[in-house]
């Protein structure tokens, strides 16, 4: 717990916040995801690659924690270090607009858990009268961490309680109920579902492997709160694992209980889904209703996660300064405003989606690839160049150069795995959040762009201009 005589966090408390940040909205997915996609074998090699791939970023942030503890506030931080300003900003922009879509995730997923028991009202959670419940919800909670109620320790056992306790309850119905024949079965893709190779299998999966693993920076966020900086490598690793091993029987015990083809065609969440197949429906009542206090709960942790993230790089003057100020509640309220404006346009913008509830989820994932990659090649230039290791000890050196490089590997593979759509969207939005950086660099009186950089603006601007005629022309569509 923290250290009252400190108010600094202990390695639990660490370790708590990095399981918190995980397990969220994307768990109680996982069951339909995968069973749309593959099979127990395909899924397997799957959580076998997100796994290695996810424990190399691990890995990396454990070692940076480690050798570059004058650097705080984690993911941004070490790109600007790494990269400069300019990549400093697309990281920080690229981790604040996966918060703000992950938030609106969330409201797709409370609109979907309510259409299971109001349909004609919810529907899919991107129906009118799912819009303008969502848009009530962000705003009136806008209205409430304006005044200052982000410590709500009350709401954060209760949502604590709110997300251990179903999933604890579906996989041990599960257990229970596990069906040896039914899960070999399955095993090689079942009966009823559309033959791909196992390349697609995989590949489709990716996706939401990286969702589930949004959080995984969450102690090297708070580094400089920890009572010591081995901590915070410690705790990536502890909650990781602890983490992993949840999300792996969540994904692959309902292939033991039902056909592959009926898990995939439950309503999102598939869990509740799931879990009904197996005990009846109570237990989709258990999962929905631990989804809507989990989600509204996490909601208010990570609206105050994307305010910071803005507040925090407007401090380190990688956003104008106008995201700086806090109200007298010592809340970033300019940097709240913005993030809610775009939250509330994108809840909006769903309306128009074919299937809000994954596409929020895979725009989400994508957005956080670019500030994951730079962490991961931030940690290939300390390891080279030998920043905070021992003199002598070249075999640590070897091992973290390895581990990041491994972790470069894996984030250019989630690139390819989420396909062109997805990188253009993305490169979409990264172009006009530039204002941003040209705003705060004429505040420093700073030149606006090195050589280098220059030619990722470029790349990124005719990512963003073939990206927009795509969506005119209905080449891609949400």
Not at 270 to 293: K, P, R
Not at 409 to 436: Q, W
């Amino acid at each position: 717990m923290t250290d009252k005589a400190t108010g600094k966090l202990s390695l639990p408390a660490l370790t708590a916040m990095v399981v918190g940040s995980m397990v969220g909205a994307g768990i109680f997915n996982l069951p339909g995801r995968f069973a749309t996609a593959t099979g127990p074998f395909g899924a397997i090699i799957a959580w076998l690659v997100a796994g290695t791939g996810m424990y190399m970023l691990a890995r990396v942030f454990q070692s940076l924690a480690q050798r570059r503890p004058d650097i705080d506030s984690g993911v941004f931080a070490y790109a600007k270090a790494g990269f400069g300003d300019y990549m400093g900003f697309l990281s920080a922009f690229g981790y604040w607009l996966g918060s703000c879509l992950g938030n609106v995730f969330y409201w797709v997923l409370i609109g979907s858990t309510l259409g299971r028991f109001f349909p004609d009202l919810f529907g899919d959670g991107s129906s009118a009268v799912a819009i303008i419940v969502s848009l009530v919800g962000i705003w009136a909670f806008h209205f409430m961490i304006l005044r200052g109620v982000e410590q709500a320790a009350v709401v954060n056992t209760i949502v604590t309680i709110a997300k251990v306790v179903p999933l604890l309850v579906a996989v041990i119905a599960m257990a229970i109920a596990f069906n040896f024949s039914q899960f070999s079965e399955n095993f090689f893709g079942g009966v009823g579902m559309p033959e791909k190779t196992l390349l697609a299998q995989v590949r489709d999966t990716m996706l939401i492997t990286v969702f589930v693993f949004l959080g995984i920076e969450g102690a090297s966020v708070y580094s400089r709160f920890a009572k010591t900086r081995r901590d915070v490598g410690t705790a990536t690793i502890l909650g990781f694992v602890g983490v992993t091993g949840l999300m792996v029987a969540v994904t692959l015990l309902p292939y033991a209980t039902a056909p592959r083809a009926a898990i995939a065609g439950v309503q999102n969440p598939s869990l509740a889904g799931a879990l009904e197949l197996v005990v009846g429906h109570w237990g989709a009542v258990l999962i929905s209703i631990g989804v809507l206090v989990s989600v509204l709960g996490a909601y208010l942790a990570w609206s105050l996660i994307c305010a910071e993230v803005l507040f925090a790089a407007a401090k380190s003057s990688d956003m104008p300064r106008l995201f700086a100020a806090q109200n007298r509640n010592r809340v970033p309220a300019n940097a709240l405003w913005l993030t809610n404006i775009v939250v509330s346009l994108f809840v909006i913008s769903t309306f128009w989606s074919r299937d809000a509830f994954n596409f929020m989820l895979d725009m989400t994932s994508v957005t956080a690839l670019l500030p994951y990659l730079l962490v991961a090649g931030y940690g290939v230039l300390v390891a080279r160049r030998g920043e905070g290791y021992e003199p002598g000890r070249p075999d640590s050196r070897g091992r973290d150069q390895l581990f990041a490089w491994l972790a470069v590997v894996y984030t250019l593979f989630m690139f390819v795995a989420a396909g062109l759509k997805y990188v253009l969207l993305v490169a979409v939005l990264f172009v006009p959040g530039t204002v941003l950086y040209v705003w705060a660099r004429r505040e420093q009186r700073a030149q606006l762009f090195t050589p280098v950089e220059l030619v990722v603006f470029l790349v990124t601007l005719a990512g963003g201009l073939i990206g927009t005629y795509a969506l005119l022309t209905g080449l891609i569509k949400p």
